[in-house]
Every structure is written in structure tokens, then in C-alpha cells.
């Protein structure tokens, strides 16, 4: 069997298809992927602003006790018409444009004002520094500047920098919709009674959940038993509806994984099988569906529902960011915060946590359950996935998978 | 000025109604906050239940060479009937319940199989341990055992326990509907045409997907001008359509700072003006709306689009997550990355980013740009609050707020 790393390589290197592209309003924009580079079109500021309420006028002029005669009075949003000479200044007020002639802001705190003549004066009580509260032609962005890169997931940040650009609406990659199919006889769906030995299928549900935050659309298709013609059936109504399939069970050596002879008779298998602990019986295989030449990704999964969480995380999630040209950053180091025994031989993937202590970034598998790779109750509390392939000492940097 | 905790604490102590509760389909709870706890009604798994395909058998006939009699075979979901004795085994696959008289499942990895007089037998070539492959009674989960806590935001992972528990439809709470309302005579909405003294909406939009973060839906309102009319107009529609409402900009102290004189006025005032930088004119009120005796919360945030953010984050999270009763659990500690002078005499919430370099999470101000409090581009990349309230030394252990 193949590492991991060499699995995820070589199949990504098999796979290159882009998702197409749609144009969303800005306010359904948040956590879609964006197609295109954001690209300051102008300066912002494209012109020196008032960053408080107060008075534009000459640093020049600017000591304690100066008295400046006031000329005009700009609010924001305003064009201003009036040049400000030696001894004036004219009234600004938070975002206004810099007047003409002016380049400091003394702001209101700083004031006095005082009439006389039927002119208006501010007197400066407190001085402030040339160029005080004025945000500088491009201090956001100059012109030309790349904000945001395609490939991008939209966050709120994201979002209030779009908006500042004007955009109304953006170019996003459409997102990917994904059949979930969950086989297995022991499965019964949510909400409905069952046996002992029976259990509720969680994968469809968990793996919707995930594709969700990955940009792509989950669609839970009926659980299908351990029959093959049901399970073909069903492959082919998914294959014509979605752009890429995932199913869970049915991938191992017994007699009932119809999943396993099926993507080995029907596809062009690109993974089978990879060195990792849980997921080793992983499949990935192109197939056609019937009456069709186009071939789409089937991910056959294991049934366990830690094993097909995280086999999702290793393969499905790296090939989505193929898609969307994403930046692929997901594993990170920390600390080992406690000896970790490798579990056999394949490399582990284990369920563990975060947390500071003293500035150090601790990663510990305490208080995670031992047992099977069904115990799904591991991965909340935002557990991240800690990748060991030997065994490690206490206070060893390791690497971990964000999720 | 009282600082950030003293004025968060107080106002915090002054509201509490919590958020009414509704159900919603599982596959649709991603992002909302459970509103119960959940806890197991049965042990899980409820019986030993094999985790490979193999045979079940008892312990003391393993041994390598061993030749047992397949009395049956078990796939998952079935109620197993035969009782497993010495030197029998029953044919077991991945998920199936392990038959009475079996303590311990030999993977089909370690087996033969041959016939003998119409009988069936599995031959061990290499033994296992005792209890080998065998999920244990409650491996996952004990009858009574509270899952998930209310109040906890609904993650992939809490579907996945949620799907396991077989729950279809959950209790979440509502969204908080939230009035998102930008004033400001320079503001024009994306997509307009505007003059260089206009600058673009961005509050609302960057406003509307934090809340969507939070759990809340966010209600873009138009823009409203430097204008009181237009301004308790549009308050009041707000009010009969919305939860609570949050307005940017004219909380300062010049003359077109309108919702400072509105929530002065028309308000019981629960929050004026907090020792933070940026942010500090920040003023959150509860107000009746015309023709009504309810109070509603209005969270009057300043203009510029850093600091909108940041109070948000400072004081719309915090009354969110109470009215969910979810845990607050924003700061974090990390070790600062370079001196950083403090800016002016408040308390500064700067943005900043993280990273591990040896085992050590480090907090970084570099490649922020320096400038006034509209520089939004700052939050991009996962930026989080670097939060001091004196300069502080490389090195130096510190706090900071995560987005």
C-alpha cells in the first residue's frame, strides 16, 4: 500500500477539471469560492479624508492658541469647493474629503469655537502633528492592488472588502453537488424505528455537513442494503443527477462490499487501498454511467463513521479545493502533549485536541475514546486529526490536520 | 471611560431574555445552536457488535491451527439466533451483532475456509487476543450520557452524533432577526455609480455574514443619509420587523452624528462610549419603537469599517452567544511575535495573525497596515484581535480574540 501522501498526490494528478463559475449577489456570497481575483480599481482613499470630526487645515498653521477663520463646512460625501489658504480651514466632518490647500485634521476635542464679524472661528487649544487623523491617499489600497485571490473562501473579511469595491455581484465556482449514498444493511434513516441490531446512518448526514463548509452541495440519497442491483440503480440515478458521488460501507474484504467489485469491474480505479489507519480499504474510481461517455468520481468510503469522516477529510476535501484552485493548507504542527503509541502499523490519523499553554500549542489525544473507528463522538469539540506514523515522545512536534 | 471587560460585564448583566426555540430537519441544523442537550437513550454500541468481516468465536478456542465449525452467517442489521459453543464459530461481517457465546471476532485476514462432510469450517492461521475486532457495550456512548450541551453551535460533528442518536428534527433556537442599518450621507450601495467623495456600504454586508457566523440572520436596510427624519423612520421600521438592530456610523460627536443624539434621547442607555481602541463611541441602547411598548436593543457601532467589525465582535457576539446560552469562550493566549507600542491611551484591538513556528503559536501585527480604523483589508487571511491595554516586548505572553 501506498503512504498517504503519495495517494493524494497521484490522484490528484489524475484529476484536474475546474468547477464552472456563477455569478452570486454579494449577500449569498459567504462561504462560496471565488473565481476571480479582487483588484482595486482605484486608490482608496482615492483622496486625502477627514478620519475624525474637526477641522481641515495647513499643518503650517497648526500651534496652540491659533485662531483660523472658518470658510465653508464639508460633510461627508460632499465635493469640496473650497481652497483652504494660511489662517482659514474649513469644517470637516468623519470621511469628508480633504479640502484643497489643507492636509491635517484637528479634531473637535482639540476646538474652540468663536464668532466675530459675523465670521466664524475654531481656536486650536491643543495642537496635533502635521497630517493628524487624515487617512493618506491608498492607506486601504493603491490601484492595481490583488485584495483577494481566486480560489478564495468568502469570509465576512472578504465580503466588507468586495462591498468597499462596489461589487454587487461576484463570480464564484458553482458549487459542486455531491450524491451521498450510505450502504449497508444494518442502516435504518433518521427518524425511524429500529432494531438492535440495526444502526441510524450518520455518514450522509455528517458528509453533507462537510460539504457544506467546503463549498458543495450534499445530496442524501435513500440508504441503499447490501444488493447490488440496488446499489447500481442507485449509482446510476446519482451519476445522472450530481458531479461527483461518495458512498460509505461497503469497501472491505467480505462478501457483502458490493461497493469494492463494483467500482473494480465498473471504473477506472485511481486509488485502491492506501497505508493509513482508518481508510485503508479506501476506492477511488472514475466510472460511466449507463447510456453515457462521461465518466465521474466515485469515492467509495468506509462504512465506520470516524473512517469515513476522515477519509473524506484525506481525499474528497483535497480534490474539492482541486476544483476551486484553493489553497490546500490544511496541516499545521504542535506539540505533543503525551506519549502516542502508534495503533499497528499503517499510519494514524487520530482524533485529538488543541489547546495554549504558556504559548506552546499542545495537541493531545486525552479524553478521546480507544476503541473502533466508529466512535464519532471524538470528533467534536473541534478536534483536529493528529498524523503519526511511528510512535512519539511527549513534547515532539507533530503534524496535525485541521478540519 | 470604563474598560472592555467592565463595560461588557455591565451590559451583559442587563439583558438576558433568551432566544425562543423552534425545530428544524437535521440535514438543515448546520450552523444553528442546539437549544437542548443530547443524550444517549441507549448504550452505543447497545450489544458487542463486530468491527471486520471474520468469524465469531470464543477466546479459548483461538489459537493458530485451530479448525471451527461455521454453524451460520450473520450479516449487519440481522438479530443473530445461533449460540456460538466450543469449536463453532459463526460467519460475522462488519457492523452484525456478535452471536451469543462469542467474545471475539477473527478477521477473515487470519482465516481459511474448507468443507468436510456438508459442514464448513474456518481454520485460524494466525490467532488475535482476546476481544479482538469487537466493539464493546457503550464503546461510543453510555445509556444517559449527554452528548452535545445546549447552547453548542451545531457542527458537522454534532450532526454526525445527532444522525447516530437517530434524531430527525432537533430543537435549535431561533435566528435573531438583526436590522443591519448604515448611515452616512458618503455612503452609496455596491453596485451604484458614486462620486470620489462617496465610498461604498460595506458595514451591512461584512455585518450580515458575521451574524450569519453567529447563528442570526442580518437584514440589510437602505442606507440612510444624514438625516434624523429619515433615520427614526427607518429605526421604526426596524423595530416592528427585527429582533434587535444594529446601526454604523454617527455615534461620534459632531453635528451629523444623529443615532448618538437618537439613542441619548429615546433610550434607556446601556452602554456609552467604552475605553477601546478602536471603537470607543460605541453606544447600545434599548429603545420602544413608536406605538409600542417593547424595548428592543439597538447597538449603535461607529462608521469606519474596522471599527464596525470590531465591535461587533466585542459586544454583538457576546449578547448573541447569551441569548443562546452558548459558551464564550473568544480569548486565547499566544506568544507576541514583536514589541508592539500601544496606540494612544486605550485599550487596543488590533488585528493580527497566527502562526506556529517550533511548537510556539505566535501572534503578529506585521504586514497589517498602519492607518485609521477603516482599513478592513486587515481582517482578511483569518486575522484575529491582538487585544493589549499597555505596549508589550517580543516574547511576552498575550491575550487576543479569535473571530
Known amino acids: ?57 495647513k499643518s503650517s498653521d497648526i500651534k496652540a492658541g491659533a485662531k483660523l477663520r472658518i470658510i465653508s463646512s ?18 470637516s466632518f468623519t470621511g469628508a474629503l480633504m479640502s484643497e490647500g489643507s492636509d491635517t485634521l484637528v479634531p473637535l476635542e482639540n476646538l474652540e469655537f468663536t464668532s466675530q464679524n459675523n465670521e466664524n472661528y475654531a481656536i486650536i487649544k491643543e495642537s496635533v502633528q502635521a497630517g ?13 492592488e490583488i485584495l ?15 462591498a468597499e469595491l462596489g461589487i454587487k455581484q461576484i463570480g464564484v465556482y458553482k458549487k ?3 450524491a451521498l449514498i450510505a450502504t449497508g444493511s444494518e442502516l435504518v434513516d433518521v427518524g425511524l424505528a429500529k432494531n438492535p441490531a440495526q444502526i441510524y446512518n450518520s455518514n450522509a448526514y455528517a458528509l453533507a455537513a462537510l460539504l457544506e463548509n467546503w463549498g458543495c452541495e450534499g445530496v442524501i440519497y435513500p440508504i441503499i ?13 446519482a451519476f445522472s443527477e450530481c458531479d461527483f458521488i461518495i458512498t460509505t460501507g461497503g469497501v472491505s474484504v467480505g462478501e457483502f462490499d458490493f461497493m469494492r467489485d463494483f467500482v473494480r469491474q465498473s471504473g477506472e480505479i485511481l486509488v485502491d487501498k492506501c497505508a493509513i489507519k482508518p481508510g485503508r480499504h479506501i476506492k477511488i474510481a472514475r466510472i460511466c454511467g449507463e447510456n453515457s461517455k462521461v465518466k465521474k468520481l466515485v469515492f467509495a468510503l468506509p462504512g465506520f463513521s470516524y473512517s469515513a469522516i476522515t477519509t473524506a477529510i484525506l481525499f474528497v476535501r483535497p480534490y474539492v479545493y482541486r476544483l476551486f484552485g484553493a489553497k490546500m493548507d490544511f496541516e499545521k504542527t504542535a506539540v505533543l502533549a503525551e506519549d502516542y503509541e502508534l495503533k499497528g502499523q499503517l499510519e494514524n490519523f487520530s482524533a485529538a485536541s488543541l489547546s495554549v499553554e504558556n504559548g506552546k500549542l499542545l495537541i493531545s489525544t486525552k479524553g478521546k475514546k480507544q476503541g473502533s473507528s466508529a466512535i464519532s463522538t471524538n470528533l467534536l469539540d473541534l478536534a483536529v486529526l493528529l498524523r503519526l506514523s511511528s510512535s512519539a515522545k511527549k513534547g515532539d512536534i507533530v503534524r496535525y490536520i485541521e478540519i
Chains 1, 2 share one sequence.
Request: charged fraction near 25%.
Open 225 to 237: 442494503k447490501d444488493n447490488e442491483n440496488a446499489l447500481k440503480a442507485c449509482l446510476n440515478k
Open 1 to 57: 500500500m501506498k503512504s498517504y501522501n503519495e495517494t493524494l498526490g497521484d490522484f490528484l494528478a489524475r484529476v484536474s477539471e475546474p468547477s464552472s463559475i456563477e455569478f452570486v449577489e454579494l449577500k449569498n456570497a459567504l462561504g462560496r469560492v471565488l473565481a476571480c481575483d479582487a483588484k482595486a480599481s482605484s486608490d482608496y482613499p482615492a483622496m486625502l479624508t477627514a478620519a475624525m470630526d474637526g477641522i481641515a487645515c
Open 176 to 178: 459542486p453537488k455531491v
Open 132 to 144: 493628524f487623523a487624515v487617512r493618506q491617499i491608498g492607506e486601504s489600497y493603491k490601484k492595481g
Open 74 to 91: 464639508l460633510p461627508a460625501g460632499s465635493m469640496p469647493s473650497d481652497e483652504v489658504v494660511a489662517n482659514t480651514c474649513v469644517k
Open 148 to 162: 483577494l485571490r481566486s480560489g478564495s473562501f468568502i469570509d465576512y473579511a472578504a465580503i466588507a472588502v468586495l
